[in-house]
Structure formats: C-alpha cells, structure tokens
C-alpha cells in the first residue's frame, strides 16, 4: 500500500495554484485537485473545497521514483539514507540508475535488493545503455547476458533503456533495424520473466528524415513486437515532443495527443515517468521543468483516464522524476505528497 508519514506544509499553497491554473500540454481544463491522502488537515480542508472526496487518483503500492532524480544523495550518503527518507515520503517503489553508490563505499546486488524491500520498496525496473563503441561497455548491445543476470539478481520485473532508438540513424529502415534489435533484447528478457522497455524523450516524436510524413515513434511501435517491447512513456518529454513536432519539416499540420498513445495500446506501457513541466513556448522543448505538481501538466486528468480503463488500475507503475532538482529530497517529498492528493472527479 501506499504510505506517507510526512505531512507536507506548503501542499495547500500548491493545490490552490493547481486549482486555478489553465492546463497546458495539449490538455483541455484545468483539473481541481482533490484531497491529500493523509497529509496536512490544512492541505486536505483546501483539496475538499475544490473537488470534494473522491477515490486517490494513484492506484494503491504503485507510486515509484526514479533514483537518477536522486544521484546526489546516492552518491554522497549511500542508497540506505535515500531509502529510508523514500519510505518516510510513501513510495512503493525504486526503479534503478546504475546499482553503485559512490562515496558510501560498494553495495552487492543481493545487499542492494533486501535494503530495498527492508524499507518497503518494491524494486521494479532499471535504466541501462542500449549501445556502444567499446565492446566491454555495460549496455544491451554489448553485454545482454550481464544486463539481464543483475537485473535477475534484483528480482527485476522490467529492465529497460532510456536511449533512443538512433543507433542507425534517423530514417525509417534505421528505426527498423533499432527495432529488430529491441526484439531480441525483449526475447531474452521475457525468457527470464521480465520485460524489456524503452524510455522516451521528445526527439522520439520527430519525423522520419527520408519519409517525413512519418513520426519515428509510430515506426517504433509498430516494428516491436507488443508481446516482446514495452514502452516507458516519460510524460513530461512526450509532451514536449508535442510542442515540438505538431508539425512536420514543411509545415503541415501533424497534432497528436500522447494520452492516446497509451490509451490505444495500454498494455504496452507498462512504466510511466511522472516529470512536471511549467509552459515556457520560448524555451526549445516547451517546458521548464519543475516538481511535480508546480508544473502544467494535467496530472489528474492522465493518471486518471490510465488507471479508469478496464482491468488497468493496477496494471501501471507510476515513477517521479525531476532530471535537475533544486534539492533532491525536496523534489521527492513534494512530488509525492502531490500525487498522493489527488482524487478522482466525482
């Protein structure tokens, strides 16, 4: 289950500049929020204001983070201290990247795996390499049976990469071949039990540069077989990736909504990252990012339409990601709190 034992003191503050913000990212109204889980009485006397007492919005146990968002406390006070401080926050679940820990000296993979599940976390996916020049290098391409025995080793349910599918370049016959790639790497994983998934930032949105009327994601998913490649949407890149690519290399309209992708197939994203963004059209990718809940995008609105699907509320994991914190415990507390409170429209 979902737990959180620290009430958040500026929630109401945030909740009450949610509640009278336009949603941005292709989204329509804006969301009300709805009550905290258990922070703050104040935090939940705003929510219940708003948009009354409904079901939480974040399905029970499902709330991970992504411990790049916290590579600095990883690095400098191990991953014990960062556990314990996620378990204070509510989080259900960690997904890797990169099992070392710098300063506070080497960690076994056995060690790594019951540190987790002693402070309550489900440890549910890692971010590895796809590729590389040098043949010793830890990614899929180069070293697959490594990969997949740590992840193995972790009790892993989803491994997975956060690069693109470049590796040939930019055409469709490139995407193909990446794709043939994914395939083998989605073979071997579910041979083990696990899914193999890719990451996406926004370029993968961008448009075949020998078909430009061609968006390189559809390539993506149409080339990986469902039953072998499963896909992370970060949330916050995909919509930048609309911003960015509505329209194609001459100018035609090209809309498209990211929620649909996902609605369409949703079986197929198994993981999403849950990253924030503040509308900026100057800025290049559209968005600055933010904590989650500070930003724009319609949280309520995308987790709710996932988890509302037949048979689906349970079947996604949800991880918070800042890529730049301000503070980095900060960011995971806040983010957590955040999405705790939101409840479902009555």
Known sequence: MSRISQPDPELTHRLTRRGMLGVAAGATAAALLGAAATPANAATEAADKTSGRGRPVLPPGRLGIQLYSLRDKVST????????ELEKYGYDEVEFAGYTQGSAGPITLAQLKRLARDHGLNPIGSHVGYYSDDPNAYTFAQNLTKVLDDAQALGLKH???????????????????????????????????????????????????????????????????????????????????????????DGTPAPFEPLNY??????????????????????????????????????????????????????????????????SFTFARRSSAYLHSLREKC
């Open 77 to 84: 006070l191990g991953f014990a201290p960062v556990f314990a």
């Open 159 to 249: 491994i997975g990469t956060a690069s693109g599918p470049f590796r040939y370049g930019s055409t469709v016959d490139a995407w193909k071949r990446a794709a043939e790639e994914f395939n083998t790497y989605g073979a071997a994983a579910k041979a083990r039990g696990m899914k193999f998934y890719q990451h996406n930032h926004s370029e993968e949105f961008s448009f075949a540069t020998d078909n430009p009327k061609v968006r390189l994601y559809d390539v993506l998913l149409k080339e990986t077989d469902p039953d072998l490649v499963f896909l992370e949407m970060d949330i916050y890149w995909a919509y930048s990736g609309q911003f960015r690519f509505s329209k194609r290399p």
């Open 262 to 327: 996902v609605l369409r197939q949703p079986h197929r994203y198994p993981l999403f990252h849950v990253k924030d963004g503040v509308s900026d059209p100057a800025n290049t990718y559209g968005y600055r990012m933010t904590d989650v809940g500070d930003g724009d995008i319609d949280y309520q609105k995308f987790i709710s339409a996932v988890t509302r699907l037949r048979g689906e509320r349970l079947a996604h994991h949800w991880q918070a990601e800042h890529d730049q914190p301000t503070e």
